[in-house]
């Protein structure tokens, strides 16, 4: 994920300073999260990430997908409640949970 992190930072002409700002982080914090010694990283925190970068969510967690897909407005109420669902899970069902999300939202073509 770091690698993501570090190639949507470099796309948007970024520092991890900028970043941690965004997000009203510290820069220590966002190295930990890219050096992925942190277990803080929530899903409700990757979404903002993603906001904060203007890229697709699930390219960023999960690597799948293409990284510039814009988010369109306001997250609505339901999807910030499914993000808190998911950031409860065990990380084993989070996984699973993502990996049925990401394939209902692939066209029927590809599947």
């Excluded at 914090?29 to 925190?45: D, Y």
């Excluded at 899970?89 to 990401?102: A, E, G, S, V, Y």
């Amino acid at each position: 994920m770091s690698e993501r992190i570090q190639y949507a930072l470099d796309l948007r002409g970024m520092k991890q300073i900028d970043l941690a700002n965004k997000l009203n982080l510290s820069r220590s914090a966002i190295s930990q999260i890219m050096l992925g010694k942190t277990k803080s990283f929530s899903a409700e925190n990757a979404l903002k990430m993603a906001k904060c970068l203007d890229i697709n969510p699930y390219w960023l967690v999960l690597g799948e997908g293409k990284p510039e897909i814009t988010f369109s407005g306001t997250p609505t109420p339901e999807a910030t409640e499914a993000a808190s669902l998911i950031d409860q899970m065990p990380n084993q069902q989070r996984k699973l949970t993502l990996n049925i999300i990401t394939q209902i939202m692939k066209p029927v073509d590809d599947m």
